[in-house]
């Protein structure tokens, strides 16, 4: 099964974007779902993820109050506000157990990345 991320792109600082994450053909309902993301020559990092059950979500400190996300029954979403140049990578979503993504950057499914290049 392959998660299909999108929405990237090339903004200037302080603008928006919004991915979407999708797998065609099924849904992800029991699974939590995150964002990931890799700058050139870092480590793969945790963005945000939401719960299956309550849809609670959770974030990094470094986006808290400019991302926001979200999914419907097929659809994985994140809105990203106020884009700071450090917000540039590849961003990946996966699908898994929530501690596990959130702390271990581990994942049952992953994405194939969609490119986030914010400009100063």
């Known amino acids: 099964v392959q998660l299909q991320a999108s929405g990237g792109g090339l903004v200037q600082a302080g603008g928006s974007l919004r991915l979407s994450c999708a797998a065609p053909g099924r849904t992800f309902s029991s699974y939590a779902m995150g964002w990931f993301r890799q700058a050139p020559g870092k480590e793969r ?14 974030y990094a400190d470094s986006v808290k109050g400019r991302f926001t996300i979200s999914r419907d029954k097929n659809t994985l979403y994140l809105q ?11 961003y990946y979503c996966a699908a898994g157990l929530l501690d596990a993504l959130i702390s271990t950057i581990k994942a049952d499914y992953w994405g194939q990345g969609t490119q986030v290049t914010v400009s100063s």
Request: hydrophobic share 40%; proline share 4%; aromatic share 12%.
């Open 45 to 58: 990092e945790f963005v945000a993820a939401i719960a299956w059950s309550d849809s609670r979500t959770y």
């Open 80 to 90: 990203m506000n106020s884009l700071k140049p450090d917000d540039t990578g590849v």
